[in-house]
């Protein structure tokens, strides 16, 4: 137990007074509230008071600062006792922990970035811990600071998988400076938790999974100081021993308590009681001052060095083009880092991995926690994070994106592999769900490119954009319809066909933009002229180019994707019509449950192909004439 030096007894005593004080306080602003987890703060209370006064490193007064030693609540319903924690320290004034889950207050439920003393939001559990690896592979390896990661875990959330898979990466990648702390208090929600007071087996499954692992009375400061010194080599876990409820007579290690506040009179006299366990100590803590090694990072203006060099009708997939756009931008932007998931070869992500190979993550087959690692990794704007997988994969994820949200985390996701046109693999590999899920997410910008410029630029471009941005790639290779100098933006579409005298505006995507343009062909020679628009962005959509041209060709309207119908490209444009007059939106999409095929045969199967879009556009135009 090298560098260990005992604290004296005052010090001991100080930090047991803080823990009761954390108590106090957060049973006062739940029962202020009328609702919260005071039970779930008590448990951990000791836990607290050693971590923020006595182990980690920071300046209260400056939350964010990037030297500062990261902490993450994963157990977010206990975060009362965070906020306690930040009043103790002077950081928020004592008052406004009685303003807890009120609408005016930043103090919310569960923490959230609003909170600067928050990095990333919790509270759907099982997240915290991945988030913590991304923070500590960042320290670690790319910032190459002092600066330690701290992670509170409840011993309910020790069932999800999201928390193993986190746990074999933080082994893999060797994070020395990472700490997860488990906070056994045997006690869920509606019933105990698995393993109860098993501390042995938490050890044993930690020490498994290639973590050093301790097992501590998690109210005795003392054990906790000594613990939380111990010399490192690999992560730590301390299993540390509670009891849910602590300091509550009528709760401690009782059911039914989990996410009730104390009735008022209840309060006062454990308040009180509390109040006669503090003990009268001169001694005031104050964190320990980091070390200021970490470099300072901008991450404004990343461009790419020149523009696409691609030729018109050169044949490329936009899931290569994502590969080759992301290795240029990282070729001059060092803090562009790339995740995937063991999907590197399919996505091309491989491109940017062979020229910065100490800048590519990866994740392996572990796609929650690629997202958890990815929104730690972009923590505090110290890098720009890209991440890829088949974009249906990235449906097991789900919950980690809505929560990257809540987290207002600026990450990118690239999903390949979308849609039935990747062909003979089946419906388990083809993506047709991404765009209705990231289209639901409020912060996210949803990039659908059809050649290679224009995936160039929305790699560029998401770089850039706040928030979460997916950009939707596939496997066939398309030719390039645009010149290098074409000027992209965010909610802006694009008319890539048309005449004079269009009869029907046709909106595509991806593939079905180039079957909408040999259709194009295939009706000139009919001549039937349609207008084709490349919307770019399926999120934000560009409503007002739409409309315009729309208004050129009658109304008519027909809009195809490689997608489901529900939530998709037809939707997004529906949506945009909605409350507009004299429009008629036809939809071309996949209908129900695919199979193996080769691509043109499942597009023509959907009905997504030329000749689908075709007749649509002829039956759409007799069925006009004929109302006249």
């Given at each position: 137990m090298e560098n260990y030096h005992k604290p004296?007894?005052?010090?001991?005593?100080?930090?047991?007074?803080?823990?009761?004080?954390?108590?106090?306080?957060?049973?006062?602003?739940?029962?202020?509230?009328?609702?919260?987890?005071?039970?779930?703060?008590?448990?951990?209370?000791e836990i607290m008071s050693v971590l923020f006064f006595h182990t980690m490193k920071y300046r209260p007064d400056d939350p964010r600062n990037p030297n500062n030693d990261r902490f993450i609540l994963s157990k977010g319903h206990a975060a009362p006792v965070l906020y306690a924690v930040w009043a103790e320290v002077g950081y928020l004034k004592e008052s406004e922990l009685l303003n807890l889950r009120k609408i005016d207050s930043i103090l919310e439920g569960h923490p959230v970035p609003k909170q600067q003393f928050v990095d990333v939001a919790t509270g759907s559990l099982g997240q915290g811990l991945g988030a913590a690896c991304g923070m500590a592979y960042t320290g670690k390896y790319f910032d190459k600071a002092s600066y330690r990661v701290f992670c509170l875990l409840g011993d309910g959330e020790m069932s999800e998988g999201s928390v193993w898979e986190a746990m074999a990466f933080a082994s893999y990648y060797q994070l020395d400076n990472l700490v997860a702390i488990l906070d056994i208090n045997r006690l869920g929600q509606s019933d105990p938790t698995p393993l109860q007071h098993n501390v042995e087996k938490y050890q044993k499954r930690c020490e498994a999974f290639g973590w050093q692992a301790i097992i501590v009375d998690g109210h005795s400061v003392e054990e906790l100081c000594k613990v939380l010194c111990q010399s490192r080599h690999q992560p730590i876990a301390i299993i540390a021993q509670t009891t849910k409820g602590k300091g509550i007579p009528v709760a401690e290690d009782k059911m039914g308590w989990h996410g009730k506040p104390l009735p008022k009179d209840m309060a006062e006299s454990v308040i009180k009681e509390l109040q006669s366990r503090i003990l009268s100590s001169s001694?005031?803590?104050?964190?320990?001052?980091?070390?200021?090694?970490?470099?300072?990072?901008?991450?404004?203006?990343?461009?790419?060095?020149?523009t696409p060099s691609y030729k018109l009708g050169d044949k490329v997939a936009t899931r290569k083009a994502y590969g080759m756009a992301l290795a240029k931008l990282g070729r001059y932007n060092e803090r562009v880092i790339a995740l995937d998931g063991d999907t590197k070869n399919s996505t091309f992500s491989e491109i940017f991995k062979n020229e910065c190979p100490n800048r590519y993550v990866e994740c392996y087959i572990a796609e929650q926690n690629m997202v958890s690692v990815a929104v730690g990794c972009a923590a505090r704007d110290r890098n720009v994070v890209f991440a890829s997988t088949f974009a249906t994969f990235f449906t097991r994820a789900y919950d980690q994106l809505r929560m990257a949200a809540i987290s207002e985390s600026n990450i990118n996701l690239c999903g390949s592999h979308c849609g039935v046109s990747i062909g003979e693999d089946g419906p388990s590999q083809m993506g047709l769900e991404d765009l209705a899920m990231f289209r639901a997410i409020p912060t996210a910008t949803v990039f659908y490119p059809s050649d290679g410029v224009s995936t160039e630029k929305a790699v560029e471009l998401a770089a850039n954009t706040k928030g979460l941005c997916f950009i939707r790639t596939s496997r066939p290779e398309n030719a390039v319809i645009y010149n290098n100098n074409e000027d992209f933006h965010v909610g802006q579409a694009k008319v890539v066909y048309k005449t004079n005298d269009d009869h029907v505006t046709v909106i595509g995507a991806g593939v079905t933009l180039h079957e909408a343009l040999s259709a194009a062909e295939q009706l000139k020679k009919e001549r039937i002229n349609i207008r084709v628009i490349d919307p770019f962005t399926v999120k934000p959509l560009d409503s007002k180019t739409i409309i315009d041209n729309a208004k050129a060709t009658k109304g008519r309207i027909i809009t195809v994707e490689d997608h489901y119908y529900e939530g998709g490209l037809g939707e997004a444009v529906c949506s945009a019509m909605a409350g507009e007059p004299g429009f008629t939106v036809h939809q071309l999409a996949v209908a129900h449950v695919p199979r193996s095929g080769k691509p043109s045969e499942l597009l023509k199967l959907f009905g997504i192909d030329r000749d689908a879009i075709a007749q649509a556009v002829r039956k759409m135009l007799s069925t006009t004439t004929n109302a006249k």
């Open positions: 004296d007894q005052q010090t001991l005593q100080a930090l047991r007074n803080i823990a009761n004080r954390l108590r106090i306080s957060s049973i006062r602003a739940t029962s202020a509230a009328g609702s919260g987890h005071p039970t779930s703060c008590c448990s951990a209370a001694k005031r803590l104050y964190p320990p001052t980091p070390t200021e090694d970490t470099p300072s990072v901008s991450l404004k203006n990343i461009r790419m060095p020149s």
